[in-house]
């Protein structure tokens, strides 16, 4: 599971470490739409090996080999529509001032940046500023020798065809459906599931694969298709060595083998050997061995993420993105998560929850802070600050998990914040900001740590329950556990005790920026009049309105009203530790159960809905900031130096390529697929 930046990514808002902290390093790249696109560092990378540094170069090879997968996955036309703005942006000789270029500039930036026409977070599909007359003009301008066309296509065939989806709002209008009662997998404009296949018959499928005996099921349809023939079949068609996305898996094959030779131990090249299997057969119960062989590796300086991993993108949260990260372990800040890992049990045992959900003994909980040097899939531009896997059930029961956060992110995300106006215009008093900027920057970090090292880890599902059972709902009551574990233990005194916060007042930063990130603020990522949609949005939505209702009545939080704006005020920061152990204790019942209709009332009546008046007064005190809601990276350029002989003998990062520039790159270098990949 990955966790979301809360803080910065979402807001805008900085963790408060002060303008002392600043730096010649840029780390703004460009700002467009409602996005802005940052640089991170890799501190401590010129103090590796050289066998380290090629081993994450070699691996970050391997996680850009795979980046038109994603494009596929997120939609049928996405790479033909890449593709062809790419040629017009290369090729088109025409007034590139005229503001129908800069918007179709702006478009195709913001295709980059999503991985395909719908918003990487709201869903929507994206509404170009420039007319089919235009882009039609464009084509005609540069010529069809330019077009990314499949052989015998013709001009006005392509136009018949990606027309539409580009510009009429009817078709394809969100990438990913995840609540209500119609049909999800027709509503959903994703590549997962093909052939008009129906949300029925995608359930009945699984379900006769499905042994409920089996305490350890592979991951059914995890990096797969599931097509409905036009004979009335269903089968599923595979992605891996000879299956779908072939010619890019071959590739990412092929820099990991370029990378066995530079593993720091034997049981690194075995991870990596059991993921060339894996990619080479698309047997899940190797991805399953995989996963053992990873989560047991934590000797490792260098480590990385590479697959089919995360399930947010299919509305039944069955398959799974492609995405990848590169890193090293940051070992002086590893230290307070190391205390946490070995805490765990502690952790566990002192849960709000009822005993019946709890593990009797916490297995191989490992946890560490890092350094990443490449993101990949989806992980890039946008990245979590947080990672928890495997995400399998059992294997997290018999082996255990690793948890990291990724601090250089966060750090960017910091730097780049700082004296924006956004805790002056949105925090309540300097009381407040005084907290968030003396404890900001940690309490966001050890949040995170918690979540992501205990959180996901932490209780069980009962014997019997269908890990699935949850469905469309499973990935925001998720996160909403792993976030509740962590709000109510950072109040803990325990902390303290561990070291981990310097008093008993620190943890009061991060409930306060919670919930009003949650009842408020996070609203500057929706469009007026639309609902909440991402899984991590309705989790910080669903945990700060309940706690609300629940806790004013005791007067632990209100609405205030201050010079014609709304504020979030916390009057008892002990009462809401109390309302967030006891919505622990519900999501964790729910989930142990496997209790669809509890979770669904508690999704539909807490984290889906939006108060229009108080979305339009946000959104219009946001705008005053001339802030961007949503944050992306670009990744430096690892460089081979070479001697006369040919001999690699340094890897050096270059931190100095644009936004443009990369994608553009990318482009040329990374691109494998057909545009069409049924």
């Known amino acids: 599971m990955m966790t979301a930046s809360i803080l910065t990514a979402c807001t805008g808002q900085g963790t408060g470490r002060g303008e002392a902290d600043r730096e010649t390093f840029d780390y703004v790249v460009d700002q467009f739409a409602d996005l802005q696109v940052l640089r991170y560092r890799a501190p401590g990378f010129e103090a590796l090996s050289l066998q380290q540094k090629q081993l994450l170069y070699h691996l970050s090879e391997a996680g850009l080999m795979g980046r038109d997968i994603l494009f596929d996955q997120n939609g049928r036309y996405n790479l033909i529509i890449r593709r062809t703005l790419e040629a017009v942006y290369r090729e088109y000789g025409g007034d590139r001032e005229d503001e129908q270029f800069k ?299 690793k948890s990291v956060t990724i601090e250089n992110i966060t750090e960017a995300y910091d730097k780049a914040a700082q004296g924006n106006g956004f805790d002056e215009e949105f925090v309540w008093s300097d009381t407040e900001r005084e907290l968030i900027r003396k404890y900001g920057f940690i309490t966001d970090n050890l949040h995170t740590d918690l979540h992501e090292c205990l959180g996901h880890g932490s209780g069980i599902i009962l014997p019997g329950v269908d890990p699935d059972a949850l469905k469309a709902y499973s990935a925001t009551l998720e996160e909403a556990r792993a976030d509740l574990f962590g709000l109510y233990y950072i109040a803990d005194p325990k902390l303290v005790e561990l070291g981990l916060v310097p008093d008993d007042e620190a943890y009061k930063a991060e409930y306060y920026r919670f919930m009003m990130n949650g009842l408020m603020t996070q609203l500057v990522r929706i469009e007026q009049g639309k609902e909440v949609e991402e899984a991590h949005m309705r989790n910080r939505q669903l945990i700060a309105r309940w706690v609300y209702e629940k806790g004013k009545a005791g007067n632990a939080v209100e609405w205030k009203r201050k010079e014609g704006k709304t504020y979030v005020v916390i009057h008892d920061y002990v009462q809401l530790r109390v309302l967030f152990g006891a919505l622990l204790s519900e999501v964790q019942r729910i989930r142990s159960e496997g209790d669809y209709e509890a979770g669904k009332r508690l999704v539909e009546d807490y984290a889906v809905k939006v108060d229009p008046v108080l979305h339009a007064e946000v959104l219009a005190r946001y705008a005053g900031l001339k802030l961007s809601p949503y944050k992306g990276f670009v990744n430096p350029v690892m460089r081979e130096v070479k001697n006369k002989k040919g001999e690699v003998t340094d890897i050096r990062m270059d931190y100095t390529e644009g936004y443009t520039e990369q994608m553009l790159r990318y482009g040329r270098e990374y691109s494998f697929l057909p545009v069409y990949n049924d």
């Open 103 to 401: 918007a179709l500039e702006t478009y195709l930036k913001r295709v980059w940046f999503s991985n395909g026409i719908h918003h990487h977070y709201a869903e929507d599909k994206f509404v170009p500023g420039f007319t089919p007359d235009y882009l039609a003009g464009c084509l005609q301008a540069i010529g069809i020798s330019h077009l990314p066309l499949p052989e015998g296509q013709t001009l006005d065939a392509f136009k018949a065809e990606i027309f539409p989806v580009i510009f009429d709002p009817a078709v394809m209008p969100r990438r990913t459906v995840q609540s209500g009662d119609g049909d999800l997998i027709q509503a959903s404009a994703n590549h997962y599931y093909a052939g008009g296949i129906t949300q029925k018959e995608v359930e009945d499928f699984y379900a006769k694969l499905k042994n409920p005996e089996d305490d350890t099921p592979v991951s059914y349809g995890l990096n797969s298709r599931l097509v409905k023939e036009k004979d009335g079949r269903i089968v599923e068609k595979v992605w891996r060595v000879g299956g779908l996305y072939t010619e890019a898996i071959e590739r990412i094959v092929g820099a990991l083998q370029k990378a066995l030779p530079f593993a720091e131990n034997e049981s690194q090249k075995a991870v990596i050997g059991k993921l060339i299997d894996y990619y080479r057969t698309g047997d899940l119960k190797t991805f399953d061995e995989y996963a053992i062989l990873w989560v047991n590796d934590t000797a490792s300086v260098v480590d990385f993420v590479n697959g089919f991993t995360e399930t947010y993108g299919d509305p039944l949260g069955m398959k799974a993105s492609w995405e990848s990260t590169v890193n090293f372990t940051n070992w002086e800040a590893t230290k307070r998560t190391k205390v946490i890992s070995d805490n765990a049990q502690w952790f566990e045992d002192h849960s709000p929850v009822s005993e019946r959900f709890k593990k009797k003994s916490v297995k191989g909980v490992s946890a560490k802070v890092i350094t990443v040097v490449a993101l990949g899939g989806d992980c890039y531009p946008a990245t979590p600050i947080g990672i928890n896997l495997p995400n399998s059930n059992w294997i997290r029961r018999d082996h255990g998990s």
